[in-house]
């Protein structure tokens, strides 16, 4: 039974990172089509894209009352993606170039918006008041992010060539943005439906092995979610674009510790029940950042033994885990 659960969980999450793509590619055809390249679409493509499907799952299981789920998938997400997407990506590359001070600006403020959460869930919990803490984290990002792109807009709205632009296109093209509005619906009820059943499914896992279901999100779910973060990690360094790699890293953790735990506890409210693997994974996650920092830190590129001890470290958080289970 156990088997059919982790096959079912397997091939739900695959339709989770399909829909999440549906998704991306009607809003980037919308933004396209009509001419609408407003931030709220470029932050929305460039900041969530690869966190889609822990955004869904952290709706969903708040929904369902098992907000743990959701935190512990980002925690585990971010600590796989510190450890087996950067670990994997350096063995296939055989190392990893690293330019520019903006992509280490970027990793500082990872590590502070990955420590937010934890040092907010101090007193037991995360209440609302703590998700509205981490949103605001979260625009404070995107606004700084994406400051010359608010300047570029406000433009066009104070001299009505944005609107005007927007009601000329569409006269030209409603059958074109109609059919990606309906991709866009279909996508995200997708990402719902398949989202809600891994919720559901991820419980039975849960009750079959006797374990918590923050245990289920920090080691599987994370599996799974993480995988966009893989793919376009391998054809960033395919490619020769280090800082693709490195800025969608660096990205993806800070949207999941703000945006997504956020919305997570303004929907329901998490209170942590075992509290000592709450910490473990905090602690493996501030240890992981650390490794990864110094390696990035001391020079130009992560080397392939580098790799190789990141991935190490994932491997002995996940075994960690069971021997703790």
């Given at each position: ?14 339709l ?8 991306l ?35 969903t299981?708040?929904?369902?009352g ?21 670990g ?12 520019g001070?903006?992509?280490k600006k ?9 420590m ?46 944005f609107i ?24 995200i ?30 080691i ?7 995988l ?24 993806s ?56 001890l ?14 703790r289970?």
């Amino acid at each position: 039974m156990i088997i059919l659960y982790l096959l079912t969980f397997f091939a739900l999450t695959f339709l989770l990172i399909k829909s999440a793509d549906f998704v991306l590619l009607s809003i980037r055809s919308l933004s396209r089509t009509t001419g609408a390249k407003t931030f709220v679409l470029s932050a929305l493509l460039l900041s969530t894209a690869t966190s889609l499907p822990e955004l869904f799952v952290a709706i969903t299981s708040s929904l369902n009352g098992v907000s743990s789920l959701s935190l512990g998938n980002v925690l585990g997400a971010n600590i796989t993606n510190l450890t087996l997407v950067v670990g994997l990506s350096g063995i296939i590359a055989g190392s990893v170039a690293i330019h520019g001070e903006i992509i280490k600006k970027e990793v500082m403020m990872a590590i502070v918006a990955g420590m937010i959460p934890i040092l907010l869930s101090i007193d037991g919990n995360l209440d609302r008041i703590d998700g509205l803490i981490l949103l605001a984290v979260y625009v404070a990002y995107v606004t700084s992010f994406f400051k010359l792109r608010f300047i570029e807009i406000g433009t066009h709205f104070l001299t009505h060539k944005f609107i005007l632009r927007m009601i000329k296109n569409f006269k030209h093209v409603d059958q074109l943005v109609d059919k990606s509005l309906g991709r866009l619906f279909v996508g995200i009820a997708a990402l719902l439906f398949s989202a809600d059943m891994i919720v559901n499914l991820a419980k039975k896992v849960a009750e079959t092995l006797n374990l918590p279901v923050f245990i289920v999100g920090l080691i599987l779910l994370s599996l799974g979610t993480t995988l966009p973060e893989l793919a376009v990690s391998f054809r960033s360094i395919r490619t020769g674009q280090p800082g693709i790699f490195f800025g969608n890293l660096m990205g993806s953790i800070i949207v999941n510790s703000t945006l997504v735990i956020g919305i997570a506890v303004l929907i329901n409210p998490i209170t942590l029940v075992n509290v000592s693997t709450e910490v473990f994974s905090a602690v493996a996650f501030v240890l992981s950042f650390i490794l990864f920092w110094l390696f990035v830190r001391t020079k130009a590129h992560i080397e392939k033994w580098e790799a190789a001890l990141l991935l190490a470290v994932y491997v002995i958080f996940v075994g960690a885990q069971f021997v703790r289970i």
